[in-house]
Each structure stands twice: as C-alpha cells, then as structure tokens.
C-alpha cells in the first residue's frame, strides 16, 4: 500500500472505532485532510466537499505539525472532539460560529471528554476557544484503550517537522462530594456521563480531581534518535480583536483596548 493510503487508512480506522463506540455508528463518513493550520490540532468543517453528483460530505482536518511531540491519546482526542461538532451538525443544534454551546458541551461530556476553556479543570464549559481533558473511567478512555490495546492501533506515518505540543493530555477523576467546574453539581456530572443528561444551571466552586499522567510516550521519544526536526513556533506577528455580539474583527499590536459602537462590547483578543 502506498504511503499516502496507509496515512489516511488509519485516520478512517480510529474514526470507525470511536464511531461505533461512542457515537453507535450514526455518524456519516467525513474526507479527512492533513492541515498545517497554526494554533489548532484539528478543526470540523461541514459541507466542506462535494462531488460531481451534488453530494456533500464534513471535513476533519488534523495538523500533523503537533503530532510528534503528542502522544496518540492527543490525536484521538483531538479527532473524537471533532467528531462531537460532526454529531452536533447532523443532529443537533451547534452553536453561532462555531461557539462551543451547552449541547455540545453535554455531548462531550456524555462520551468522557471534560470541556474546559483551559483544558484542564477549573474552566468554562461553553466558549468560543474551547479545550477539554479526559474523564477517567469515562466512554473515551474506555474506547482508546480498546483501540491501542485490543486492536493495535498505531499511525501509520508521522510529519519530521514537529512544532511544541499544543496542550498536555489530562486525565481527572469526578470525585465523590463537590460541586464541578463543569457548572453541574456532581450527581448531574454522573447522568449526563450515564447518558441521563440533566439541564442543571451553572452551579461555581472547585471541582475535586486528582490528576493522572498518561503512560504512554510521544512520538518523537520513541522514533530514533535525530529522526524528528524540532522546529520553533512561528513568531506571532499580528493579534486579531473580535466582537463576540457581531463577528467583526480588527487587527492591531498588543493590549488594545476597544470597544464595538453597535453592540457595546469589548473587542476580545485572538491568537493569529
């Protein structure tokens, strides 16, 4: 088989494992794409395809820039998140440009994936930057180590040229008493994971885990020695300001402070 199909072979076998394990098999096949794509390891874009039929199909990208220095719990974790926005499209309700909203936030974490604006305990659960850690004893982890244990599972080719990863798996416990970050008192927490998903308003206080590293090693420490190019991030040169009430965005230097005249918000700064 040429490298090319071996590449895209096992990206289509890690999304028909997790598909039939945290999704029954419902969702539609997607065209997976590789993309350099700075400051993201993947994105969810609907319709994206189309063929000389008419018929349409979703793209899931995934950056090979950040797989190397990641471990393959990052990269299936990256691609299940993606395909929580492919479920949330065909059957649900997603959120205004791609804000992350409470039925998607109760999706992930139905199949074990915690979402966080910081991507580990103690953030938001809605958002438009949106990270998540793993549940433990949740239906992902349970998936992954199915598929990396019982099914062998491993990626066929890797990109030399590797960027810093992005974030650090996370793997936290519900603990037995407390209410969560998660915005949901424990008990609530437990059914939506239960698959019971109970609309509780946001409820604050610290969430009680205890965390737990992932075994595994990243690629680059497992391939040989000089076989993975480290490369420096790229020097961020613009910063983009948006308006969260009507999508308008300015760039400019840091720290601006300004404010949009027709919906009488801040301008938020984004990484470029």
């Not at 109970?198 to 076989?227: N, Q, R, V, W």
Request: charged share 25%; proline share 7%.
């Amino acid at each position: 088989m040429d490298p090319t199909s071996e590449l895209y072979e096992s990206l289509q076998k890690a999304f028909d494992h997790f598909n039939r394990s945290l999704f029954q098999g419902k969702l539609p096949n997607v065209i997976f794409t590789v993309q350099r794509k700075k400051g993201v390891m993947g994105y969810f874009a609907p319709d994206r395809w189309g063929n000389l039929g008419g018929k349409r199909c979703h793209e899931i990208a995934i950056n090979p820039s950040y797989i190397a220095n990641s471990r393959l719990i990052e990269v299936m974790q990256t691609l299940v998140h993606e395909m929580v926005h492919s479920w949330q499209f065909c059957f649900g309700s997603p959120g205004r440009d791609y804000y992350h909203n409470k039925e998607w936030a109760h999706k992930m974490i139905k199949i074990g994936l915690m979402p966080s604006t910081t991507g580990e305990p103690g953030g938001a659960i809605t958002g438009q930057q949106m990270g998540d850690y793993i549940v433990e004893g949740g239906r992902f982890l349970v998936a992954f180590n199915d598929l990396k244990d019982i099914e062998k599972f491993q990626l066929s080719w890797i990109d030399r040229r590797a960027l810093p990863r992005l974030f650090e798996p996370i793997v936290a416990s519900l603990e037995e008493n407390g209410k969560g970050s998660t915005g949901y008192s424990l008990q609530d927490s437990k059914d939506i994971v239960a698959g019971n998903p109970k609309l509780a308003e946001p409820e604050g206080g610290p969430f009680p885990t205890h965390f737990i590293e992932p075994t595994d090693f990243s690629y680059s420490e497992i391939m040989p020695d000089t076989f993975i190019v480290d490369e420096a991030p790229p020097r961020k040169t613009r910063y983009r300001y948006i308006c969260y009430g009507c999508n308008s965005k300015v760039y400019g230097r840091p720290r601006l402070n300004i404010r949009c005249d027709d919906c009488n918000q801040v301008f938020e700064c984004e990484k470029v």
